[in-house]
């Protein structure tokens, strides 16, 4: 039966890999449980509502993604999004958190209505092949740096930015261990060698007393303080909630695209290019964000951390529904979760997340292999790509990576007379995003 509804034999995978994978997805994805209460609740919003409210709209929008596409792509709130909604919104706007929700739920409107006439299927149709090989790469530097960051290899620097970090810190060793453990079972072809080395180093930092075990199982906190609080934003009474709207939009649009591609490209899901059933994606990730403005959080988008269950095996829907059964547990079995995600404190400014880390580091390696495909020497097609992918982690942006990437390609077609080769709506989106900038630098 499980297999009739996955098509399991099809995607020539089975339901144990399925459910590895699932659990893989989960574990690198769900410090997510733990980062968005502590942002939103700068924003004045109760954190533990924030938490089940973060676990339900998760699951709500996976469940969607499976049934509507049969894809193993997660989907969770947008790191990024959430300190836009915080620190943009609200802490330095001024409006209410409850407005901002108001404000996420209108642009999630937009999504479904983008995504019912196609536009947005058809940007992933047009957008460059060169940019389809740079994003997957952009993303993969994107997640190597925050899992060297998390495990403290990397640190930040007043002068260089960044620069190597202490090799001889405890929490810093468990993640190497981590590392290398997961690098030698990849090697080995061993299945679930990214949750096998997860478990392994957990029960590492039990034991040496980085990892403190707090229990199993509590009660879930109430959502009450969140669900249906979101406020409608008077856009006519302030035209600025206008620019706000927008940029949600602008975020979640560019955000779920580069996502959908990259890992798209990474689980070989694409097909001439393309990504089958990408307007039932699309529709998912605009549905999920209006959905989790309800209940009480930003921006839903698909997660780049479906790559890491990919990379264990998962092909299909059922991927998704393992991740989400195990982040509607997570509310009951937030200890756990806790244990496993929660990050080690180095001082004030500084928070290491040593098992997840290693996880982040090969999966951003792993989605190394499309920089093969890029036409090198046409540079209209090399520099864009180069600039889509050195942006993303060099800006900690997605959309900023694409942004560079679609103006640059936009301008060198333009101007070595190949403009013919470039979709009108490529001239439009490049358009849209030199305005942005201009409106940034005001």
């Keep these: 039966m499980i297999d009739g509804l996955f098509d399991l034999e099809e995607a020539g995978t089975n339901i144990r890999t399925e459910v590895v994978a699932g659990v893989t997805t989960f574990m690198t994805m769900s ?6 209460p502590a942002v939103l609740g700068a924003a004045g919003m109760n954190p533990g509502a924030v938490m089940v409210a973060t676990c339900l709209s998760s699951a709500f929008a996976m469940v969607l993604m499976a049934v509507l596409t049969n894809y193993p792509i997660a989907l969770a709130p947008a790191m990024g999004h959430n300190f836009f909604f915080s620190y943009i919104v609200v802490l330095t706007l001024g409006y209410t958190w409850q407005v901002a929700l108001g404000s996420v739920f209108i642009a999630g409107l937009v999504f479904i209505l983008l995504s019912t006439v196609g536009l947005r299927e058809k940007l992933m149709i047009v957008l460059p092949d060169c940019l389809k090989n740079g994003i997957p790469v952009g993303i993969g530097l994107l997640i190597a740096l925050v899992g060297l ?9 007043p002068v260089t930015y960044v620069a190597l970090g202490n090799l001889k810190s405890t929490p810093t060793l468990l993640s190497l261990f981590g590392l290398l453990l997961i690098a030698l079972l990849l090697a080995l072809r061993f299945k679930g060698a990214i949750l096998f080395g997860i478990i392994a180093t957990s029960i590492l930092g039990l034991i040496i007393g980085i990892i403190e075990f707090k229990g199993m199982v509590s009660a879930p906190p109430s959502i009450a303080p969140t669900i249906l609080k979101l406020q409608f934003p008077n856009v006519f009474k302030d035209p600025n909630l206008l620019t706000v709207i927008f940029i949600f939009l602008f975020l979640d649009m560019f955000d779920t695209i580069g996502t959908l591609i990259g890992v798209g490209q990474q689980s070989g899901l694409m097909v001439d290019g393309k990504l089958p059933r990408a307007r039932q994606a699309l529709l998912t990730d605009a549905i999920s964000t209006s959905a989790g403005a309800l209940l009480g959080t930003s921006t839903i988008t698909a997660y780049i951390e479906s790559a890491s269950g990919i990379s264990a095996g998962g092909r299909t829907g059922l991927t998704n529904i393992v ?3 195990l982040m509607v547990l997570a509310i009951f079995f937030h200890p756990i979760v806790q244990m496993v995600g929660a990050g080690y404190k180095i001082d004030d400014n ?11 580091i090969i999966v951003g390696g792993l989605m190394f292999k499309n920089i093969v495909n890029v036409e090198w020497d046409d540079f209209t097609e090399s520099i864009p790509a180069f600039l889509t992918l050195i942006i ?4 900690f942006s997605i959309t900023e990576g694409i942004s560079m990437g679609v103006i640059s390609y936009s301008l060198l077609k333009l101007f070595t007379g190949k403009r013919k080769e470039v979709h009108w709506l490529i001239y439009l989106f490049a358009i849209l995003f030199i305005a942005r900038y201009i409106w940034l630098m005001e």
């Design 350 to 360: 500084v928070t290491l997340y040593p098992v997840i880390a290693p996880a982040l």
């Design 149 to 157: 960051e998390w495990s403290g290899v990397v640190v930040g620097h």
């Design 31 to 36: 410090y997510i449980i733990f980062v968005q």
């Design 323 to 325: 991740t989400a059964i």
């Design 392 to 395: 993303m982690p060099l800006a």
